[in-house]
């Protein structure tokens, strides 16, 4: 039961269920799903070899998206071949790959696991456990294995399929990286992060080697930077979009418009690296005052401690990485919005997403004042534009930015380890300053999630939005709904 939940929380956790989201446009709290899994390839004929009408056909079919069309006619060239005793292994062999491709691309997970196992167990008996021909039906076998669920059959087939190619084509073959997706997933819900993390760290070493710091590597950087977010850890997608951003500004220039997305992105990655430790930030930010103490009950309340006013002057590493990513976050923004001013041809809505940005950094990072009035300026270049679309997107309701996570249970009873697995939905008033008030549980999942009530509407109170705006400025929310997972924020 225990290993259950914890396997659970992993994948929930990993696929994306957040604990902050610096979020725009998308709702905080969302899962993001994971990057598409490539689907496996068919074999097409050696140059100058000839291929039957049937072949031909299903080559056709398939061209032109009519995969059913295509099954059919790979089903008859593989019986037509199973039944010629003399059929060459090899042919046989890619007529089931192709069968094999064609059944996934219809949903017919089950048939192309078959026909997949058909090729590798046809290849394995004329050949070696390193036959380089077995690499594509296991990729295929692997990507198959995945899309039905079988995860653990999946991970160890891709594994194999990897080991193969390395042994056969180097062992910084782009080639062993080209079902990743597939592999990322399986061993996610198979509980395996750390393999899934240093697959990332492995796949974009080597296309950094193959393609060097060129523009090209930039799809690789972008897929890579995703996963980091997938599996929650925004300080090794930060560091991966910071290539980015040097291979934009190598070459379209530091100024350039070009460039503004990848600050943004940048920024946003520093920013939500804050996330399970943005309370103490905001404490940290604050240091210069007297001394701020928190309070669980009353937030951040003004009480003088010498002895914690002397650990903020001198803070801990983590606590400087703080410090330095709050204010990378907010240079790389400013530094959009600077490039976005200096082109009069930005159109309206990019510029107030910019400053949107800032102030939903402002906002969770506790500069209430700074933030109102980056959304002020956000909210009338979209007014005087007449983008009511982009209003209604950015400022039409109150957006949550940060929730408080919930705290790892020190607790090895099921029943409790369950209860933190679900999520409830609850209804307050937001306030035009973003915060929670009125807060009220309207439902909790499962029933062992109910005896965390009052700790979920606790929690749900530190909850910071960026509020709704009206034109006469922002406005109090009434009866807003929120979706909050229970997931305990993830150790570090």
């Known amino acids: 039961m225990i290993d259950s939940y914890f396997k659970t929380g992993l994948i929930r956790r990993a696929l994306g269920t957040a604990v902050l989201l610096f979020a725009l446009p998308a709702q905080a709290f969302e899962q993001e799903p994971p990057p598409a899994v490539r689907p496996p390839a068919l074999i097409e004929p050696a140059a100058g070899a000839e291929s039957g009408p049937r072949e031909q056909a299903m080559f056709r079919n398939a061209a032109r998206g009519s995969y059913a069309e295509a099954a059919a006619d790979a089903q008859a060239l593989v019986a037509a071949l199973s039944a010629k005793p003399l059929t060459p292994t090899q042919q046989l062999a890619d007529a089931l790959n192709n069968l094999g491709a064609l059944q996934y691309r219809n949903d017919d997970f089950a048939g192309a696991i078959t026909s997949y196992q058909k090729a590798v167990d046809l290849l394995s008996d004329s050949g070696s456990f390193r036959n380089p021909l077995l690499a594509t039906p296991l990729f295929g076998l692997g990507v ?15 594994r194999r399929a990897i080991f193969i190619t390395r042994a056969d084509r180097g062992l910084q073959s782009t080639d062993q990286l080209q079902h990743d997706n597939a592999l990322m997933q399986s061993l996610l819900v198979t509980g395996k992060l750390e393999e899934a993390l240093e697959r ?25 930077s995703h996963w980091y977010r997938v599996l929650q850890q925004y300080e090794d997608a930060a560091q991966t ?10 070459e379209h220039g530091e100024k350039s418009i070009a460039v ?17 430790e943005l309370d103490k930030l905001r404490l940290l930010m604050r240091r210069d005052d007297s001394a701020f103490a928190f309070s669980s009950n009353r937030g951040f ?21 703080m410090l330095d990513y709050e204010r990378y976050a907010l240079s790389h923004l400013k530094k959009a919005l600077r490039i976005q001013e200096d082109h009069p041809d930005t159109p309206p809505a990019e510029m107030a997403l910019t ?42 309701a109150p957006t949550p930015l940060y929730r408080r996570p919930m705290r790892q249970p020190n607790s090895n009873n099921p029943a409790v380890l369950i209860a933190y697995s679900g999520a409830a939905q609850l209804k307050m008033t937001v306030t035009k300053t973003g915060k929670a008030r009125d807060v009220e549980l309207v439902s909790v999942s499962p029933d062992d999630a109910k005896r965390l009530e009052d700790k979920i509407v606790r929690n749900a109170r530190k909850t910071i939005f960026r509020p709704q705006f009206s034109p006469r400025g922002p406005v109090d929310a009434e009866n807003v709904t929120l979706n909050f997972p229970l997931l305990p924020a993830p150790k570090r």
């Not at 503004?260 to 399970?276: K, N, T």
């Open 144 to 158: 198959s294995l995945t899309a039905a669920g079988e995860h653990a059959a999946a991970v160890d087939t891709l």
């Open 301 to 321: 309340s003004a009480i003088p401690n010498r002895r914690l006013q002397e650990e903020l002057d001198q803070p801990t590493p983590r606590e400087q990485k």
């Open 260 to 276: 503004v997305d990848a600050y943004r992105e940048l920024a946003q990655a520093y920013d939500r690296s804050l996330g399970p």
């Open 355 to 396: 400053e949107t940005l800032i102030g939903d950094h402002y906002q969770a990072t506790g500069s209430t004042r700074n933030a109102r009035r980056y959304y002020k300026r956000a909210y009338k270049r979209l007014q005087k534009a007449g983008d009511t679309a982009t209003i209604d997107k950015l400022y039409g």
């Open 241 to 250: 979009l910071e290539k980015k951003v040097e291979i934009l500004e190598a």
């Open 200 to 224: 990332q760290k492995v796949r974009l070493t080597i296309m950094e080697q193959a393609l060097g710091k060129t523009p090209e590597l930039i799809p690789a950087i972008d897929e890579a």
